[in-house]
């Protein structure tokens, strides 16, 4: 693996964050090349940026490497060959550079790291290197005759590698279409009946809890999955209990065993790394990988989620501790924009089950989606696991929204009087209010809204079927900010939510003192009616 | 100043950022004092944390100290007096210590980190130590008589500063009155007045360039205004033209002169750390900082941003390249999201000006406020600036929405067929829009909205001067996805925006390709009417 970077990426922490994570996995086949030509935009990166990378790179445990000339090819060959052979810990090559090199006028300095030379300053560039100015793109036959025999090469190889892996295909018909079927991302058959299911019960569980017993029932189905988190296995139920971990032999401690087939990652508390890292996974393909977090540190590691819906990369977020519900941690803890912030995320599916049923159906949904990312927001407390005996199927979760409870007078024919919907640890409190309402003679249905991309992409006969255009009373309940919402509820909808931040207390006492209630969704209701 | 770090702080790139950047700036004045306990959550951080901390601080040009046992107070002692006397670097003290210590079953154990001891393990520590494991909160009264001589030593001290004080603000009454006026975060009298105005014209200017022009006129006049951009000086258009930058005299270099009392920051390539660097300043109280990069950027300073909103630190964001109006640099430089994600944040004002006359209010009115974060969203492309002559004046951009151009029938009392509405360079084209709608006869009426969240905070009286609720027909057009604007155009309305990712072109093919033109906004308004 070679990688090549600037003094820019090296001044950015997601950089530092990896590194000093290869360090600990001595991912001896990984050279980075640093182009050490020390001007940026704002010029000589003197005023911002004065550190000893190499002496960094040491302490990471590294393999570093300087080469004083970029122009001395010589140096440069012997640096690679060495990084090459460096085979037990990551290789640097601090490779001192001049931008520009040779311009005359704009070598060594910000304007030729952000604009282009200009003509005059290329024609003088060619001048020096003994190119005639007035050509363009100008390339020695006997360069293009040299360049052209790496195709030759790359047939030749190729053909060799082509027989060694058809030789091996044959005499290794199983894990030949075990490749065959992580290459293609495709899932084996039946992995979804090994899926655990839960039994209603009024005291119910985490859904966090229940995403662990997914990833359980999910481990031996499915080899090509893997993941960890950003320090917080116990947490975020990331760690399967009894899988090894990814780390070198030397690296295993008392709590985690595991070596170079371990599936279990220990990302240290690097989010944005972690993010990176996964993208990286991702892109080289075969395996599905998952990384898990607070969802309100999900902020960290934007920058890699939106480079993962960018790049249609099939990876999974587990962000835990997924509201104000998470209590005594506070309102740095406590996420209370991020349901709206992710959704944003063009090309992200963001998946908020209500209950350990849902939880099991948005994973398997999640894995059959292979050409885009998903998180699953989960609740740190117990959610009540809901009777799906007159409830709907969580099979619903798939199609992104669905009818949980359908109103009293459906059955006969009937239409809701109003629709109240909710996602997560909030649809329980549109099931009280369905309760009060319907005890109070109001026929009232509740939808259970898991994932508003995936009802994005339902057709309008299924759209109008769980939110019918006549039912103009409707109210959300979701515990962040009500952006995004009023184009479920409508002019005449009302919105239940939280428009400030949280606070340190007993969940229950949050949700009691912040107005998220069966009683305020019922007023709520009453108002939309 | 005084800090404290555990290994999850050192393992996130932010500390790496800011660390690198107070090596650069030689800052003598902070201690870090680094808890090396090698436990984290996940237990003995051997799976993820291996690096030589001490070297990497030596790597960024810190004074660095080791003491290999926290327990030992005379070498904790001794360390802190060599890093108080350490006055021309930063210093860091890498003290060993082992978590939980005494704790007989606990110490040293991940289990420590994230939970409480218990009540038994609790009473085996306090035997080790030597107190009664049946009483809790015990003082022992001569303890509480040494504490308590501390407060005579304060007051103490506080007394002779005093004095001081005092005799320093006869002496100086109007530096006095500047620290007053700085400590109280109030600005000076007629300070607005000297802001610059724009005439209308149609070629127009960059909101970015109109930024750079308040900033300059502002700078002699606000002494306590300071800030830089995270590599992007020029493009943010952030340092005002011949003032000196806040860096070591030693670091200064051809482009940058500066030293102690510079007023330009170089934050280098790490806008994490920017966002938390500037919120260190507000903190510290007396300045007013701001900080630049590109909008797309803020996703990887969003968790400094959020702490700004939650401690309502009045810090002011320079985000410019705000849309795919930037061009060239195609999808990843290009906010799509971002518009919706940052006002998703309580508390941050998203402010985003349609032309150079908006810009100067929206700063004066950022400045006004001094109790919250803001955003400044500004255009890398020119955009017109509006004849002010029958255009509303831009004094509106402090309520946060107003009417830019009436309907033509409203000068004669009549009502408005459709609303117009939209935010920073798309006000153009729904002002275009509105040429077309009224050439054929249909009343309508331009809002700009240059912040959601000042309009939030209006009566409702002016609300529907501006909103009439009559007037059901409503568009509205932003570069961004359509999140948010269903609150503003109803049920009835129609949002011009986007729902994917921008694309590599120049920013007139963009905004054609991607139906972000006056024919949109007009077949829009049609379908709404």
């Not at 090349?33 to 990471?60: L, M």
């Not at 087939?261 to 220990?266: A, D, M, S, T, V």
């Not at 991702?282 to 890699?304: I, N």
């Amino acid at each position: 693996m070679w990688a090549f970077a600037s003094d820019g990426d090296l001044e950015e922490g997601v950089s530092g964050e990896a590194s000093s994570l290869a360090g600990t996995q001595e991912l001896g086949n990984l050279v980075l090349v640093y182009d050490d030509n020390r001007i940026s935009i704002e010029d000589d990166t003197t005023v911002a940026f004065t550190e000893d990378v190499g002496k960094r790179y040491e302490a990471y445990g590294w393999h570093v490497q300087h080469v004083d000339d970029g122009e001395d090819l010589a140096a440069v060959d012997a640096a690679f060959a060495a990084a090459k052979a460096e085979t037990s810990r990551p290789s640097i090559i601090v490779l001192r550079t001049i931008i520009a090199w040779p311009a005359p006028n704009k070598q060594n300095t910000g304007a030729a790291h952000g604009s282009a030379l200009g003509d005059d300053e290329v024609k003088a560039t060619k001048e020096i290197l003994g190119f005639d100015p007035e050509q363009t793109f100008e390339v020695a036959p006997e360069v293009i005759e040299h360049a052209r025999t790496a195709v030759d090469r790359g047939q030749e190889a190729h053909a060799a590698w082509q027989e060694d892996f058809d030789a091996w295909q044959q005499s290794n018909p199983d894990r030949a279409a075990l490749l065959e079927r992580m290459t293609t991302r495709s899932l084996p058959e039946g992995f979804a009946q090994k899926l655990p299911s839960w039994d209603a019960d009024r005291k119910g569980v985490a859904t966090r809890k229940a995403s662990g017993e997914v990833l359980a029932a999910l481990f031996p189905e499915l080899p090509e999955l893997w993941g960890g988190s950003a320090d917080l296995a116990e947490s975020n139920n990331t760690a399967v209990k009894g899988e090894p971990s990814f780390v070198p032999a030397s690296r295993q401690t008392k709590m985690w065993s595991g070596g170079p087939y371990g599936r279990i990652l220990h990302f240290g508390v690097r989010e944005h790394a972690m993010g990176a890292i996964m993208n990286g996974i991702a892109l080289h393909g075969g395996t599905r990988v998952y990384g898990g977090t607070f969802l309100t540190f999900s902020d960290y590691m934007r920058g890699a989620v939106r480079l993962a819906a960018l790049m249609q990369l099939p990876v999974t977020y587990v962000w835990t501790h997924d509201s104000i519900g998470l209590g005594e941690d506070g309102p740095t803890h406590q996420p209370i924009e991020h349901f709206a912030a992710l959704r944003a995320i063009p090309g992200l599916d963001v998946v908020r089950p209500a209950d350990a049923n849902e939880v099991a159906v948005a994973w398997r949904t999640v894995l059959e989606n292979n050409d885009r990312p998903a998180g699953l927001l989960l609740s740190r407390q117990n959610l009540p696991v809901f009777d799906r005996g007159d409830a709907g199927s969580a099979e619903g979760v798939a199609r992104g929204a669905y009818v949980l409870a359908p109103a009293s007078n459906e059955a006969s024919g009937g239409t809701p009087e109003v629709i109240l919907m909710g996602t997560g640890s909030e649809v329980q409190i549109a099931m009280a209010a369905r309760d009060r309402l319907e005890a109070d003679g109001i026929p009232t249905r509740v939808v259970s809204v898991p994932c508003v991309e995936w009802f994005a992409e339902q057709d309008d006969a299924y759209k109008n079927e769980v939110f019918p255009p006549t039912v103009r009373a409707r109210v959300s309940v979701e515990a962040g900010v009500p952006m995004g919402w009023r184009e479920f509820v409508g002019d005449a909808g009302r919105i239940v939510g939280l428009t400030h931040y949280g606070a340190s207390a007993p969940y229950t006492v949050l949700y009691e003192k912040f107005g998220l209630t069966d009683e305020a969704v019922v007023a709520a209701a009453r108002e939309s009616i």
